[in-house]
Structures are given as structure tokens and as C-alpha cells.
């Protein structure tokens, strides 16, 4: 599998599943502040984690395959879903003002991601208990309407994936809101690697601590 990133909490999967080769892209962005999001990506599976410019984007979005006319599947709420052989798992976690927010499991390739979206709190057992065990864990860090580093760690402690990769960050020395990726780092002290596309595989992963993998835009 082959995760890149496309700024903010929007990122581009390319996963071998069951049916062949399969595209999810989460939170497509239209907002202007920052990195812009490609003109055009073919997909199969779109998930949104809440409303908003953060990830309303759906017009850029293209079908994969031809022949597959619900392409691409919208997924926006709680649930299991099965697309192409990605299994795609939903839970509600409202925000903290109450604002609706989803986060979210994938099964591909025999690994489970967990894509925390725009996650502004930490999670009840329940939901840690609904996303189940997590092997790479996507999570926000930025601190600007989503979990700050401090807190990101804490949902980290909570889940305890074996990877970790930063969204809603800033590139080191760049001007954006959002905290660098150094300040998540200093909370969870583990080894980083810094790439622009990450190709992802059991191997890959460490085989006892957590490691963070950054991801420059590609």
C-alpha cells in the first residue's frame, strides 16, 4: 500500500485489495489557506469526517474505473462498509461543541489504519473499543480545531498503534497555524522518518516502538 499526503487531513491510499487495485482518498479540502488540493484524483472510496471546507471537495474527486457507475463511494457517517475489499469502519465522535465528527477504520492488505480526521478530544473507551487494534494510526497535531500535540499523545497512549503519521501539520519552517510536527516528537519521543510517499507493508512496521512517519506533500 502507497499512502501519500494532499495537506491538511486529506490523504491518497493505493491498496491491492481482494478486487485489485483500489484508491481511497480521505477529507478532499477546497480551503485556500494553505496547500491546494490537486485538480483531479481518481478514487474509489472517499471518506469525510465532518462537514466543512476541510473536506467538501467532492467535484475533484473522478471515478477509477470506468465500469463501476457508484464510483466514487461516499462514505460520511458511522457504519462498516465494504468497497473493492477495503473494509471501511465509521464511528461517531462528535467534536467537542458538538459538532458532528466521524472517525474511521480501514482493512486493507491485512493491516488496519485508523484515520482520526479532525479530532479535537480524546476518545471514551467505547470508541477505542469500536476502532479495535490499530497498526498505523493517522492523527491531527496541528492544535488549530483539532488535538494539539499533548493531546494527540494521549490518543496515541490510548490506541497504541505501531506507526504514526502527523496530519494538520506544518512543514518544518513554513508559515501556517498549525504546529510543526517536532512539537508531537518531543511528546512521544520515538524515532521519525521523513518521506514523501510511504509504501506501506506488515514488514514495514516496527516491531516493538511506535515510530512516526512524516509525510511531505506530494
Not at 463511494?73 to 473493492?84: Q, T
Not at 476518545?123 to 494510526?137: F, H, K, P, R, S
Not at 490506541?159 to 512543514?171: C, D, G, K, T
Amino acid at each position: 500500500m502507497q499512502i501519500s499526503w494532499n495537506g491538511f487531513g486529506s490523504f491518497t491510499l493505493a491498496a491491492k485489495s481482494t478486487s485489485g487495485d483500489v484508491t481511497l482518498v480521505t477529507n478532499p479540502f477546497s480551503r485556500e489557506d494553505g496547500p491546494k488540493f490537486p485538480r483531479s484524483l481518481a478514487a474509489s472510496i472517499v471518506v469525510q469526517s465532518h462537514a466543512g471546507s476541510d473536506t467538501d471537495n467532492l467535484a475533484a474527486i473522478t471515478r477509477e474505473y470506468e465500469e463501476d457507475k457508484r464510483s466514487p463511494f461516499i462514505v460520511s457517517h458511522a457504519g462498516e462498509f465494504e468497497v473493492r475489499g477495503i473494509a471501511v469502519t465509521g464511528v461517531h465522535t462528535p467534536k467537542k461543541d458538538g459538532t458532528s465528527h466521524t472517525i474511521y477504520r480501514f482493512d486493507v492488505e491485512g493491516l488496519s489504519l485508523g484515520f482520526l480526521g479532525a479530532l479535537d478530544r480524546s476518545l471514551t473507551d467505547q470508541e477505542v473499543e469500536q476502532l479495535g487494534n490499530i497498526d498505523v494510526l493517522i492523527v491531527p497535531s496541528g492544535g488549530v480545531d483539532v488535538l494539539a500535540a499533548s493531546a494527540a499523545a494521549e490518543v496515541i497512549a490510548q490506541i497504541e498503534p505501531r506507526l504514526i503519521i502527523p496530519s494538520y501539520v506544518s512543514a518544518e519552517g513554513a508559515s501556517s497555524p498549525y504546529a510543526e510536527v517536532s512539537a508531537l516528537c518531543r511528546e512521544i519521543s520515538c524515532p521519525v522518518e521523513a518521506l514523501t510517499k510511504f509504501k506501506l507493508t506488515r514488514a514495514a512496521l516496527p516491531e516493538e516502538d511506535m515510530k512516526i512517519v512524516t509525510l511531505a506533500r506530494g
